[in-house]
């Protein structure tokens, strides 16, 4: 369901950028600015989930809850520079069974303002950086049989964890909305792709799934700022 919206608002937000484009005065302006944000991420977690159910633990399942922030600045319509990242993170537990995966990516936010007015830009872009993933499974992962444990000895539960450090090419399109002449809000959905990753274990692991993220994202942004008018200088 969410992959389905996320889809949905890359296709609509070109749509509406090119009708507030259509609208816009002729004049160029500066803006500048950055905040928090909150949101969701859908990746494909099949290859993650055949190797944790393997294991013995629950599947993972839904969306993954995202935080993070960012800030940029530039000419509209023109260049937009700046930085951002954010982390997400998704749980699954079966009595004392419990796995985790969580994803953190950032780097330099490099976009083109394609146009708009005081109140509202389009932007076209990418986060170009890094990230990285950990897989965490933590408890028995499978019954122990009573007979193989000394009377009076409580199996201690295990930890294995799996990490992954990638690259990474964020694609997106976002619309940003003015609501004061401080502070407005920005709709962002894209999706990310890493072309290779480097895994770590522990020694005597087993051997992890590929843990580098792929897939939609959707993310709300405060974004605190100000824009500043160079019409008069046209």
Not at 18 to 33: E, I
Not at 117 to 142: C, D, K, M, Y
Not at 195 to 205: A, L, T, V
Request: hydrophobic share 45%.
């Amino acid at each position: 369901m969410y992959q389905q919206r996320s889809r949905w608002i890359l296709i609509l937000l070109p749509l509406i950028g090119l009708a507030v484009v259509g609208l816009a005065q002729d004049f160029s302006y500066a803006v500048g600015g950055g905040g928090p944000s909150l949101g969701a991420f859908m990746p494909n977690l099949t290859e993650i989930n055949d190797f944790v159910e393997g294991n013995g633990f629950a599947p993972l399942t839904g969306s993954l809850f995202l935080v993070g922030g960012g800030g940029r600045g530039g000419l509209v319509p023109g260049l937009m520079l700046g930085g951002g990242g954010w982390g997400s993170w998704i749980t699954s537990s079966d009595g004392d069974l419990k796995a985790k995966y969580a994803v953190g990516v950032g780097g330099f936010d490099l976009g083109f303002a394609v146009g708009g007015t005081e109140r509202s830009v389009l932007t076209i872009g990418a986060l170009l950086g890094v990230g990285g993933a950990r897989l965490t499974l933590t408890g028995i992962p499978n019954p122990v049989p009573l007979a193989s444990v000394p009377r009076g000895i409580i199996p201690a539960p295990t930890r294995q964890e799996y990490d992954s450090a990638f690259p990474i090419i964020v694609p997106y399109v976002e619309m940003q909305i003015g609501v004061l002449d401080w502070v407005g809000l920005s709709i962002r959905a894209g999706t990310v792709w890493t072309p290779f990753e480097f895994n770590g274990q522990d020694e005597g692991k087993l051997n992890p799934p590929r843990l580098s993220p792929g897939g939609w994202y959707v993310r709300i942004l405060i974004a605190f700022g100000a824009v500043i008018d160079l019409g008069d200088e046209h």
